[in-house]
T-cell receptor
Framework: GDSVTQMEGPVTLSEEAFLTINCTYT??????LFWYVQYPGEGLQLLLK?????DKGSNKGFEATYRKETTSFHLEKGSVQVSDSAVYFC????????????FGTGTQLKVEL | DGGITQSPKYLFRKEGQNVTLSCEQN?????MYWYRQDPGQGLRLIYY???????QKGDIAEGYSVSREKKESFPLTVTSAQKNPTAFYLC?????????????FGPGTRLTVT
């Protein structure tokens, strides 16, 4: 079945450092890919998405490119801030029909001054 | 403001009791979902509904039940048959059930069963 694999956390960075969170997927067909962010004690917010190969999703300085050849959707940001500290989830839609998301286990990011 | 409301934020129950978690949306979305989140794990789908009066089991439906009598409401009942009910429960909705529709999440309900 479909699955998403994320790098394990926590990832600890200094403010203004470059961020990469790796995400790879296994899916039949052509899924849409998503990054969600969860701040402490809150629900998930959609950060960005890409619906076909080579699409680049971007939002709030974060970017991710849908790479079909490597089945990857790595999240990047050029300069992180303390306010970016959160848990980041990579997800794909269920290609069997409907809109059922399959999530990775999440990567916790801690940004320090 | 449009959004998804889940109440209460924290819920405590004794083992053996059924408990119902509320989820309401005023986004006029057709599809609604329930997920469970456990520490160190991703979200797992419990149930979903694409239209009123219809719902399907997700990956971990055992011990849970839902209803969808109104478009804006999708309550989840955690029954006494659920072996490990303590978790963070998230409700979501999307405009449609197709693969390109974004899911919007509520703030979640943290259920503790002792």
């Amino acid at each position: 079945g479909d699955s998403v694999t994320q790098m394990e956390g926590p990832v600890t960075l200094s403010e203004e450092a470059f961020l990469t969170i790796n995400c790879t997927y296994t899916a039949t067909g052509y899924p849409s890919l998503f990054w969600y962010v969860q701040y402490p004690g809150e629900g998930l917010q959609l950060l960005l998405k890409a619906t076909k190969a080579d699409d680049k999703g971007s939002n709030k300085g974060f970017e991710a490119t849908y790479r079909k050849e490597t089945t990857s959707f790595h999240l990047e940001k050029g300069s992180v801030q303390v306010s970016d500290s959160a848990v980041y989830f990579c997800a794909l839609n269920y290609t069997g029909g409907g809109n059922k998301l399959t999530f990775g286990t999440g990567t916790q990011l801690k940004v320090e001054l | 403001d449009g959004g998804i409301t889940q109440s209460p934020k924290y819920l405590f129950r004794k083992e053996g009791q059924n408990v119902t978690l509320s989820c309401e949306q005023n986004l006029n979305h057709d599809a609604m979902y329930w997920y469970r989140q456990d520490p160190g794990q991703g979200l797992r789908l419990i149930y979903y509904s694409q239209i009123v009066n219809d719902f399907q089991k997700g990956d971990i439906a055992e011990g849970y039940s839902v209803s969808r009598e109104k478009k804006e409401s999708f309550p989840l009942t955690v029954t006494s048959a659920q072996k490990n009910p303590t978790a963070f429960y998230l409700c979501a909705s999307s405009m449609g059930a197709g693969p390109y529709y974004e899911q919007y999440f509520g703030p979640g309900t943290r259920l503790t069963v002792t």
